[in-house]
């Protein structure tokens, strides 16, 4: 594949010799996916396509109510400090951004009036600026005027150290200048390829400057707003209960024509994946299910009840696992896990090394994911071109045995492998779920067999996924010497995604630990590589550096792939849903009706 390859595809499009569908399935064939096919449309001044659900009903309410199920409970609605996908999915129920992505990584306005474009002067040439247009005539809930103040806050308020915003990633190496009420400059210190980052997707929902604007910084924990959200979506905020439920109920006064359909709306937090589905699939007492990790055997039979549907979309999430390179047990200026510290056991690349081998990857997928994951070696495994085709797996266990041998960690009379005074022992924490409970006894095992002992930690879904500061058991804390999750690729690009691999994005007692890089793992060169990709303009060169990054920490086994995730949900028979791999569940919750 070449640069100049893509430049007549591309120009072919434009003079209509090729179709856009044609474009992308040509694309397709070279290993790049419909997302990034559409953004190097959207780049050379060829509209995106339109919404991919259509949108039936005439006028606005009348559906009663919509009755949702996320099985790990919000904790909060404040989506700069949404930590978790939980939490990013409440909030956007009531916030939104200039543009969310739709299941074929499309760009699709929401408090934008367009997308930007080289043709509509959104776009510069240079790549360094981009030039938003806001829709006019949006109100918050509380009836006050959305404008570019608003979206020029939110910028000031990310980006400030103090706020410790989870998204601050989007915002703190660029300027938001506001050009006029409904007009807003953002401006790059470098060309910058994936300019959709701020103000888009999960990162980018917006916030009102009055009801934020005096708890920006070291207060911003106090704000009332974080419990009580005042929005621009489809439904405004009734009640909070943390942990358990949320309702709302229609805006009237929502921005987009005859929507939203449904008049009120129940979130349920808690439970568990297995019996969220069941209450879609077969009892029938909710209408949609967020993430179903549930065994493929056991969502089959559910299949069969006849109330619900399963949707399976593409994705770039991961399940894999982190191995602690710092100390958790030993406390630095009041937190575990420093990068001040050193892991006692797990620094040493060869115990690391063994780890991997020890992870039935094949087994996993087929015996308990199913259709919910495919095993990788990989972190990033979507857009394909961005998968490295270098990271392989493995699973031996006599090649475990034989490395750890090698390097001196030598069986004690317990069976547990030890050198100089220390012992393979280690906790091994998730969050509770049937599956991963499943995944923590086979890697269990399979250590046993190579002189490792794991102590399994499982902690509630609720509270491992908080974004609660004070509680030690939240999975960005990581203060065990091993943990297991899925972490989200929120935009059909994995340069946000990746960030998490970089020295600035350590977790930690100073950002609040809602810095991304919860491994506290570094290195120089994939801080240089990231760096790098963040202004190469050149589509291959600069996956070559994303694909850099990835393999630097997968090859270190800091980072321990096990399953490239599809997004899995269930949704009544009658309920047209718009499910997107690329954003959060309820991305576009406006559009959403009952057949």
Known sequence: ???????????????GRV???SFIQKLAALGITAPIASQILAWNDVAMANATLAYKPTKAGGGGPLKLLLWQAPTLLNPHFASGTKDQIAS???????????????????LAAEVPTK???GLSEDGKSV???LKQGVKWHDGKPFSADDVVFTWEYAKDPATAAYTSGAYTNITVEKVDDFTVKVLFKEPTPFWADPFVGVAGMIIP????GDYKGAKSREAPANLKPVGTGAYKFVEFKPGDIIRAERNPDYHVVNRPHFDTLEVKGGGDAVSAARAVLQTGEYDYAWDTLVEEDVLKRMETGGRGKVSVAVAGDIEFITLNTTDPWTEVDGERSSIKTKHPTLSDPAVRQAINLLIDRDSIQKFIYGRAGIATASFVNQPKQFKSEKLKYEFSIAKANQILDEAGWKKGADGVREKDGKKLKYVFQTSINAPRQKVQAIIKQACQKAGIELELKSVTASVFF???VANPDTYTKLYTDIEMYTTTQPQPDPERFLNQFTSWEVASKENKWLGRNVSRYTDPEADKAYRAAQKELDPAKRAALLIRVNEIFCEANVILPVLSRTKVVTAAQNLAIDHSGWDVDTWNLAAWYRS
């Not at 956007?92 to 929401?110: C, H, V």
């Not at 400057?209 to 934020?212: M, P, R, T």
């Open 92 to 110: 956007r129920i009531f916030y939104e951004p200039l543009a969310g992505w739709d299941k074929e990584g499309n760009l699709i306005p929401q």
């Open 466 to 468: 908080s974004s609660d």
């Open 209 to 212: 400057k009055h009801h934020f």
């Open 19 to 21: 179709s856009r569908r």
């Open 131 to 133: 030039v938003w247009k």
């Open 1 to 15: 594949m070449s640069s100049q390859y893509i430049q007549d595809m591309v120009q072919n499009v434009k003079e």
């Open 119 to 121: 043709a509509n002067g």
